[in-house]
């Protein structure tokens, strides 16, 4: 699978802001996390695919 960002603007700090949490995934329903991706300029659009 190849994933690209155009334009990537702060992709890389927003996986970093990750770091402290211990690097987990994010929670697209979680407020705390929708509110941190706005930061970033990102939209996340959930619920993610399941995989059956």
Request: avoid cysteine; glycine fraction near 8%; charge should be negative.
């Amino acid at each position: 699978m190849l994933i690209a960002f155009a334009p990537a603007n702060k992709m890389e700090e927003y996986f970093r802001s990750f770091k402290p949490r211990g690097g987990t995934d994010s929670n697209w329903n979680d407020p705390q996390d929708i509110e941190r991706s706005h930061a970033y300029g990102i939209d996340l659009l959930g619920p993610p695919l399941s995989l059956e």
